[in-house]
């Protein structure tokens, strides 16, 4: 069965370091999605991705975030100069169309220390 | 602002019990609603609904949307220890492509 795959599982960093969270999503999709999720929080979105441009953000996604797809297979997340509040679980999230129900990677755990 | 409550918050079940879970939104441009199980990490997939009062099922799971009153309830019949998780509601609008989630509903089977 197709799958959103997402690396590292976990990722440990300094604040103020810079990280990329990266994302294969299945491949016949065109939407992709990054979301996050703060312990014991709801999940929160934060940027929609079509056709090589942001489609939609979150006021979450401020100038620290960017997100690329470099090739035809990957979808990355930079933060620039993490923050302590950034420790959260990433996931990305892929559709066929918009507005659909996304099938969700299995997250990247970052801590920010 | 939009709003996505869900509950109640945690639920503790035997297993063979029947559940039910609510959702209500409050959001502008309401296109659906989607239900998701959250495990360990990922939310899956379970039930996006549009119209109005029709039932959606999966097995044990079903799950109904009324746009009147603005709420959905995710029934889950003769439960099981794999049933545990959490379950989340999400609503996304006409416009623009973002989900917006609940908190979600904490569900425990116990044997």
């Known amino acids: 069965e197709p799958e959103v795959t997402q690396t590292p599982s976990h990722q440990v960093t300094q604040m103020g370091q810079e990280v990329i969270l990266r994302c294969v999503p299945i491949?016949?999709?065109?939407?992709f999605y990054w979301y996050r999720q703060i312990l014991g929080q709801k999940v929160e979105f934060l940027v929609s991705?079509?056709?090589?441009?942001?489609?939609?953000k979150s006021e979450i996604f401020d100038d620290q975030f960017s997100v690329e797809r470099p090739d035809g297979s990957n979808f990355t997340l930079k933060i620039r100069s993490t923050k302590l509040e950034d420790s959260a679980m990433y996931f990305c999230?892929?559709?066929?169309?918009?507005?659909?129900?996304?099938?969700f990677g299995s997250g990247t755990q970052l801590s920010v220390l | 602002e939009d709003k996505v409550v869900q509950s109640p918050l945690s639920l503790v079940v035997h297993e063979g019990d029947t559940v039910t879970l609510n959702c209500s939104y409050e959001?502008?441009?309401?296109?659906?609603l989607l239900w998701y199980k959250q495990e360990k990490k990922a939310p899956t997939f379970l039930f996006m609904l549009?119209?109005?009062?029709i039932e959606k099922k999966s097995g044990r799971l079903s799950s109904i949307l009324d746009k009147k009153e603005l709420f959905s309830i995710l029934n889950i019949t003769a439960t099981q220890t794999g049933d545990s998780a959490i379950y989340l509601c999400?609503?996304?609008?006409?416009?623009?492509?973002?989900?917006?989630f609940g908190t979600g509903t904490s569900l425990t089977v116990i044997p």
């Open positions: 999230a892929s559709s066929e169309g918009p507005r659909l129900g996304g099938f």
């Open positions: 491949s016949n999709h065109l939407y």
């Open positions: 991705f079509y056709n090589n441009e942001i489609s939609e």
């Open positions: 959001v502008t441009n309401f296109r659906s």
């Open positions: 549009t119209s109005s009062g």
């Open positions: 999400a609503v996304v609008r006409d416009t623009g492509n973002q989900f917006y």
